[in-house]
């Protein structure tokens, strides 16, 4: 099988598809490929794995003799997931192993928020440490706060673990299904979406990107939560509405943010949410440690392996393709 890679991706990955005996090619430009690029590329190809493009449905219906996308993320709101499944194309993604990471960056992001940790770092380099004052750059303290997790799954229970565990933090949460594994580990809290809004001294978004969660929170619902409250999103940018969440920080409806994901990425670098202080920005970094970018270029070979063998991919995530089978 020839496979086609969209990104220089870790040497895990790459090695695991040579050994298996898989010819591969790499995009190693830096810049994004058009669609008409990435069609051309995928004509010699029998599986595509993918970083970072955005795979439509007209490049899908170009690329209808694809064997298999392996997609290097966990979240598959960058393909046309209903487009694939209808033409037959298995789709693999590479969930669990990033859990930890991203959960790591929610809680940075919750305690730069709650420091104004990288405003203070900005004053430094803009050369404003003065002198020492009593009661200025105060921030907020986290110990036996309330955390609101939007989206109680793999990452959302990673970050519930570590605010529980260093902060003895309230859990509570709003989900599709209860998680009583969550419930019994952690005394977590199932509740409507209002008394999540209500209750949350920090929000953390950890649900995929779906019609149900785009644009999700809006001024309407930042207007419900806490003057207080800290809202944490590293799940994807277009889950909050960037402009409701810029007036609701000015007008001091809640009390910061903090982003990992931003819409549209890049984030221009003059956004206002940059320049104020209990606001953290991160550039889409919530995976990204060298172990955790292995296991997820591991995992994407593997999905592209067994196809190649005959096999399901082991990270299958439009099962339906087989049911026809
Ligand atoms: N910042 C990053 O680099 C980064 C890294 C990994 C994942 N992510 C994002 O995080 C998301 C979550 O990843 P995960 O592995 O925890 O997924 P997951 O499927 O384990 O968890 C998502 C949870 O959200 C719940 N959910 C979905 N829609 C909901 C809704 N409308 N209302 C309430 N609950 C809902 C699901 O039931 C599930 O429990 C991914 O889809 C991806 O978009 C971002
Ligand atoms: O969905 C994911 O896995 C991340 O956003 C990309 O690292």
């Known amino acids: 099988m020839n496979v086609f890679i ?3 991706i870790p040497e895990s990955g790459l090695r695991l598809l040579e050994d298996a005996g898989l010819k591969v090619k790499q995009w190693t430009e830096k810049r994004s490929m058009t669609r008409g690029e990435l069609i051309d590329a995928c004509q010699g190809a029998d599986a595509l794995l993918n970083a970072g493009q955005r795979l439509d449905e007209q490049f899908l219906e170009a690329s209808k003799h694809l064997k298999v996308i392996a997609l290097h993320s966990v979240g598959y709101d960058n393909i046309a997931i209903e487009t694939a499944t209808r033409l037959g194309i298995p789709v693999g993604n590479t969930p669990g192993v990033l859990s930890g990471a991203t959960a790591d960056t929610a809680f940075l992001l919750m305690m730069a928020a709650a420091r104004n940790a990288f405003y203070m770092n900005r004053k430094i380099t ?12 105060l921030g907020k303290e986290l110990s036996g706060c309330t ?14 673990r570590r605010c529980a565990g260093a902060f003895g933090m309230k859990i509570i949460y709003h989900n599709r299904n209860r998680n009583e594994e969550a419930e ?3 005394g977590a809290k199932l509740v409507s979406f209002e008394e999540l809004l209500k209750q949350s001294d920090v929000l953390t978004v950890h649900t995929a990107l779906t019609a149900e969660t785009e644009g999700k929170f809006d001024l309407e619902v930042f207007k419900q939560m806490k003057p207080g409250a800290i809202f944490i999103n590293t799940a994807r940018g277009a889950i909050h509405q ?10 001091k409806l809640i009390w910061g943010a903090g982003l990992d994901v931003t819409n549209p ?16 920005v991160l550039p889409h970094i919530g995976s990204a440690t060298e172990g955790t970018r292995s296991a997820m270029a591991r995992l ?4 592209i392996i067994a196809v190649s063998k005959g096999e399901r991919p082991p990270f299958l995530v439009n099962p339906e393709v087989y049911d026809s089978l």
């Open 300 to 303: 994407a070979a593997e999905n």
């Open 242 to 251: 960037e402009t409701d969440l810029i007036y609701a920080l000015e007008n």
């Open 147 to 160: 955390l609101g997790v939007f989206g109680l799954g793999k990452i959302g229970v990673e970050m519930a």
């Open 6 to 8: 969209t990104r220089i």
């Open 126 to 137: 803009a050369g404003e440490w003065d002198f020492f004052e009593p009661t200025a750059n």
């Open 265 to 280: 990425e890049p984030m221009h670098a003059d956004n206002p949410l940059l320049f104020m202080p209990n606001v953290a």
């Open 184 to 186: 019994h580990e952690l």
